[in-house]
C-alpha cells in the first residue's frame, strides 16, 4: 500500500500540499490499496476533510474515493488529481502516470491474478444483482473507485461465463439441473476450462473500445482519461457479458434448431425470442446509462454516440470480412 501525505505547505514537509491557513500541518492521509483502490482518511485535522457527494459535502474520516472527486480540506477544495500536480515527489515512485492516473492494464493485470480467487467469484455475481438494481449509481462507483469490485475482474468473470457456456453448449436445463444436484464441483471445473478461451473475445473487446472512447471524446464537452473510460467498458463489458450468457443459456436448446421440435413447443421458441428482444434492448440502454453519467452528457447525446459507434464497427467489420466472405462465394 503506498501512502501520501496531505498538508499546509508553510507549516509542514507533506507529500502533497495546499496553501490554505485552514488547512492543518499533517491534515490528511491518502492511500492506494495493493488492488489500486484510493483511500482517504483525516489525521484531527482542526477543519476537517469532506467530500462532495450527491449534490452535498459530507464529512469524512475514511472513505475511497477516485481520482476526479471533489474534496474539502478545511475551506480548500481539490481532487486527488490536481493535489499530485502539485507534489514535491517524483509521482513515478508509486508506479503510475503524472497527474495521479492508475494504469487501466494494472487493473487488469491485478484481476487475472485473481481469477480463480472464490471470494472474487462471489463478489462478482452480487455486483450482478446490484447493477440489475441500480446499474447508473454501481457503474460509476466501480469505475471511479474499484468498489465493491475491480472492474476488470467482473469483466473477466462475465467473459468466462460466456465462454463456459457457449463452449459446453450448457443450456438453462443442464445448469438448473446441476445446481438442484448441488454439482457445484462440476461448473467450477468447467468455468476455470473456460479461461483459455477467453484471451481472444477479451482482446477483441479492449480494442473495441477504442472507437467509442474516441468518438464520445469527440462530442463530449467534457474530458476523462483513457484509463477512467476502460475501467466505465470494463463494467458494461462485463454485463453485456453476462446478459448475453443468460440468453446462451436458452439459445443453445436445440428446440430453437429443429423445426420439428419448435413446432411441438411453440410457445418456447416465442418466449425464447422475446427474452433475446429484451435483453438486446438492455443491453443497449446499459451501455447509454453508462456513457451518459460518465461523461455527463445528455441521454440523447449519449444514445446517438452509442448508435454512431455501433454503425463505426458495422463498417469496419464488414471492411475486414468482405474479402472473406467474397472468396467463400466465388469458390463454392
Not at 480467487?117 to 446499474?135: A, G, I, R
Not at 428482444?277 to 451518459?292: C, D, E, L, S
Request: hydrophobic share 50%.
Amino acid at each position: 500500500m503506498k501512502r501520501w501525505t496531505v498538508g499546509n505547505r508553510s507549516r509542514c514537509k507533506a507529500d502533497l500540499y495546499l496553501n490554505d491557513e485552514t488547512v492543518s500541518a499533517l491534515h490528511a492521509e491518502l492511500m492506494r490499496t495493493d488492488d489500486g483502490r484510493w483511500m482517504i482518511q483525516d489525521r484531527d485535522s482542526t477543519n476537517g476533510t469532506a467530500q462532495f457527494v450527491n449534490g452535498q459535502w459530507v464529512r469524512i474520516r475514511q472513505a475511497y474515493i477516485s481520482l476526479d472527486d471533489r474534496l474539502r480540506f478545511g475551506r480548500a477544495e481539490t481532487s486527488v488529481r490536481q493535489l499530485f500536480k502539485s507534489r514535491r515527489a517524483d509521482p513515478s515512485d508509486a508506479g503510475q502516470k503524472p497527474g495521479g492516473a492508475i494504469p487501466w492494464m494494472q487493473d487488469l493485470a491485478f484481476a487475472f491474478s485473481h481469477v480463480r480467487d472464490l471470494s472474487e467469484l462471489k463478489k462478482n455475481l452480487l455486483f450482478v444483482l446490484d447493477l440489475l438494481m441500480s446499474p447508473a449509481d454501481r457503474i460509476i462507483r466501480c469505475a471511479e473507485r474499484r468498489n465493491p469490485v475491480n472492474p476488470f475482474s467482473f469483466m473477466i468473470f462475465g467473459g468466462i461465463i460466456y465462454s463456459m457456456i457457449s463452449g459446453f453448449g450448457l443450456t438453462a436445463s443442464t445448469v438448473g439441473d446441476a445446481v438442484i444436484g448441488a454439482s457445484w464441483a462440476d461448473l467450477f471445473k468447467m468455468f476455470f476450462k473456460g479461461i483459455p478461451e477467453f484471451i481472444l473475445p477479451l482482446t477483441l473487446t479492449l480494442i473495441y473500445n477504442i472507437i467509442p472512447f474516441r468518438i464520445f471524446r469527440h462530442f463530449a464537452p467534457r474530458r476523462r482519461s483513457f484509463d477512467d473510460f476502460m475501467r466505465l467498458m470494463a463494467v458494461v463489458n462485463g454485463m453485456d457479458w453476462m446478459l448475453l450468457s443468460f440468453l446462451l443459456l436458452f439459445a443453445n436448446d436445440g428446440r430453437l434448431l429443429n423445426p420439428r421440435l419448435a413446432v411441438e413447443a411453440p410457445g418456447y421458441v416465442f418466449m425464447t425470442y422475446v427474452l433475446a428482444v429484451i435483453i438486446i434492448t438492455y443491453v443497449n440502454v446499459f451501455n447509454v446509462i453508462a456513457q451518459k453519467h460518465f461523461w455527463r452528457i445528455s441521454y440523447a447525446k449519449a444514445t446517438a454516440c452509442h448508435f454512431l459507434t455501433v454503425l463505426v464497427v458495422t463498417v469496419v467489420l464488414a471492411i475486414i470480412f468482405a474479402p472473406i466472405i467474397l472468396l467463400v462465394v466465388s469458390q463454392s
